[in-house]
Structure formats: C-alpha cells, structure tokens
C-alpha cells in the first residue's frame, strides 16, 4: 500500500497568514494527490485534484503543488473558515490511501 | 450536478451485520464509480473500496475482504454497503463519495461526498 505521512499534525495561525501543509508518499504517485478539507460533524470537501487544480468554487487562496512523492498545500491570506483539518489522498494505486491529517487551529 | 443522501445512524451489536444506503440524484449513475470510506471517532479517512454499476465491478480493501459487500439499484439509484460480523473496532462515520474522473489524464477525485452515517458497535 502506498503510505501517505502529512505533516505538520497540527498548526496554530492567525487570520492573515499563510499555512503550509506536506504530503509525502512512501513511493511514486506521479500527480494523483488530492487535498480534502473537513470541518467538525461535516464530510470532507474537495479543494485540489491532481496535485494543484483548483475545484471549482473554492477560493484563488488555496493553492497546491508537487510531484512524485512530496506536495504541498498553501493557504495564503488564513481566513476564519479555513480553521478546518486537512488530508492528502492518492489515487494513484488502490487501496486508496489518506494522509492522518493536519489540523489548523486559532494560535 | 449529483448530490448523495446516505441513510441514518444505526447500533449495531457485535457480531452483527449494517446496512448503510447512499442514494443519487442528478448526475449519471451506471457509469459513476462509488467509493466508500469510514472515519473512526477522532481518527482519519480509510478507504473501503468501490463500485461501478455498468460494469457490475466492486472492488475492495484487502482489509474488509470476505465481510464487505457493495450492491446497487439502478432503479433507485442507490448504492448500499454491507459490513458483517462488526466488531466495536468498526465504530465510525461511513461516508460514500462520487469519484469524479478527468476521462484525458485519468486524474480521479471525489466529490460530491454522502452526509456520512454513524455506525455504533455496541453491546
């Protein structure tokens, strides 16, 4: 199975800055990552596809990149609503496999 | 635009068997792939497996072979999955997701995503 390790696990920001958040497979998913945001009680919502395609509707702030076995997710410009946990997903081989997660949180 | 509604929670005891339902609307279904993935309480997203009605294919995480099965109602559009022989590790949010495909490049995502529902092993 491919292993994915996200990291940080958790980070505390404030409005206005910008997050940056790692993804590394433990073997070569080419450009099959996805990152996911999930707030408390909700289901995980789509905001990357394919290492740095923006969904459509979800905001210019989001931005993502990488290849091979590390990416990236970068919030610039922290908003109230993005206090959320984040996950990486590759599609690249089944099982598909999520990163544990990083939690952003008010400092 | 397809939008998913998943059955409510349920309690099950140990040994026991759960059904969950997800049902479509909007969107095609047959050709869609359905994928499931659970959350335990406080934990990450682990994926089940998936689904594709047109080609009657399912396919599995090794991890639930043997007590897994996914169905579909084309009539109904909806998708159902069955987990059996529960035990209190399989306590979590089931959630089904739409796998969206970029038919050029094979890029797969999901989106839409079920509401989820609360599976509770419990004696």
């Known amino acids: 199975d491919v292993q994915m390790t996200q990291s940080p696990s958790s980070l505390s920001a404030s409005v206005g800055d910008r997050v940056t958040i790692t993804c590394r497979a433990s073997q070569t998913i080419s450009y099959f990552l996805n990152w996911y945001q999930q707030k408390p009680g909700r289901a995980p919502k789509v905001l990357i596809y394919?290492?740095?395609t923006l969904q459509s509707g979800v905001s210019s702030r989001f931005s993502g990149s990488g290849s091979g076995t590390e990416f990236t997710l970068t919030i610039t410009n922290l908003q109230a609503e993005d206090f959320a946990t984040y996950y990486c997903q590759q599609t690249y081989r089944t099982p598909v496999t999520f990163g544990g997660g990083t939690k952003v949180d008010v400092k | 635009q397809v939008h998913l509604v998943q059955s409510g929670p349920e309690v099950k005891k140990p040994g026991s068997s759960v059904k969950v339902s997800c049902k479509a609307s909007?969107?095609?279904?047959?050709?869609?792939?359905l994928s499931w993935v659970r959350q335990a309480p406080g934990l990450g997203l682990e994926w089940l497996g998936n689904i594709t009605p047109l080609f009657a294919r399912a396919d599995y995480a090794q991890k639930f072979r043997g007590r897994l099965t996914f169905t579909t109602d084309e009539p109904t559009r909806t998708s159902y999955m069955e987990l059996r022989s529960l035990t209190y590790e399989d306590t979590a949010v089931y959630y089904c997701a739409t796998e969206r495909l970029d038919r050029t490049t094979t890029y797969n995502w999901y989106d839409p995503w079920g509401q989820g529902t609360q599976v509770i092993v419990s004696s």
């Open positions: 394919a290492t740095s």
């Open positions: 909007g969107g095609p279904f047959s050709s869609s792939t």
